[in-house]
C-alpha cells in the first residue's frame, strides 16, 4: 500500500476547496445523473449522487455545471477518486482531468472570491 493512500481524500489535495452548493449533470457510461455539489476546487470537487450507483475509482465522468452567481457553462473531464455512502446519498470525489483555461480561471477566480468573503464575514 502506498502512503499516499493511507492519507484521506481531504490530506492527499494539492489544492484547498471550498463549499459550494449547486447542480451538476454527470455523464458516465452513457448514463445521464443530475447530482449536487458539496465543494469545488482548481483540482476537482465532491458531488453528492443516488446512493444505489457506486462508482470505482479512476471512473472517468464528463460533468457540467454553472458556478454560483454565474451564467456560463463549464464542461470538464474528470475521473472519481473516491465514492462512498453517505445517508441516504453517495459522496463522490473527481478530479479534474481536461477542463478549458478559461473555466479553470473561472473556478479559482470564484474560490478566492467566495474565500475572500467568507474571510470579511468572520472579521
Do not use: N, Y
Not at 72 to 89: L, R
Amino acid at each position: 500500500m502506498s502512503i499516499d493512500r493511507r492519507k484521506t481524500s481531504r490530506e492527499r489535495r494539492q489544492a484547498q476547496r471550498i463549499a459550494a452548493t449547486f447542480a451538476v449533470k454527470q455523464s458516465a457510461d452513457g448514463r445521464v445523473e443530475l447530482c449536487q455539489a458539496e465543494d469545488i476546487g482548481p483540482g476537482g470537487m465532491t458531488i453528492r449522487r443516488l446512493r444505489e450507483r457506486s462508482q470505482s475509482p479512476r471512473t472517468a465522468v464528463a460533468l457540467r455545471f454553472e458556478l454560483p452567481g454565474t451564467r456560463e457553462e463549464i464542461v470538464a473531464d474528470a475521473v472519481v477518486t473516491h465514492d462512498a455512502t453517505a445517508g441516504s446519498f453517495r459522496r463522490t470525489g473527481v478530479g479534474f482531468i481536461a477542463l478549458r483555461p478559461e473555466h479553470q480561471k473561472a473556478i479559482a477566480a470564484f474560490c478566492r472570491r467566495v474565500a475572500k468573503t467568507r474571510k470579511i464575514g468572520r472579521a
